[in-house]
């Protein structure tokens, strides 16, 4: 079975007054040239999100699939020069979480520049059927 992924992209990151566009409006720009001759075309999605609450952050990205971990990044580079290079990086990721069945990135594997940009690593939501949520609950939370 193959999960729909998508790639979150913050907009409204690093809004300044010198300019319309936002930090996030030109990475989420750059993702979608890179991804129309992208082998993930077809199978990565990739949507803008007003805001993602990671504001100190400036440029945030989430990869999120159904029954994967969700990774949460921020401060992504995206001035002029670095721009083409972190739009590659996301995708980049992007192809690894799409190959592994739980969407774990393991650090070794990540792209150099996402290694240490991960700001939540969150655990995916069990399925409505899933043993998971017929086991008994973790003694923390009695």
Do not use: W
């Amino acid at each position: 079975m193959t999960h729909p992924h998508t790639i979150f992209v913050c907009t409204t990151c690093g809004k300044n007054q010198q300019s319309d566009r936002s930090d996030g409006d030109r990475l989420f720009a750059q993702l979608q040239t890179l991804h129309q001759t992208s082998s993930l075309q077809q199978s990565v999605s990739i949507q803008p999100v007003k805001c993602m609450g990671v504001c100190e952050q400036d440029c945030a990205i989430a990869l999120v699939s159904p029954g994967k971990r969700t990774y949460l990044f921020g401060n992504l580079p995206t001035d002029a020069a670095r721009i083409e290079s972190t739009a590659t990086a996301v995708l980049d990721c992007a192809s690894q979480y799409q190959a592994k069945s739980d969407g774990a990135l393991a650090y070794g594997d990540r792209p150099e520049l996402l290694k240490t940009r991960v700001l939540a690593r969150i655990p995916p939501l069990p399925l409505v059927n899933s043993p998971a949520l017929q086991e008994e609950p973790h003694a923390a939370q009695r």
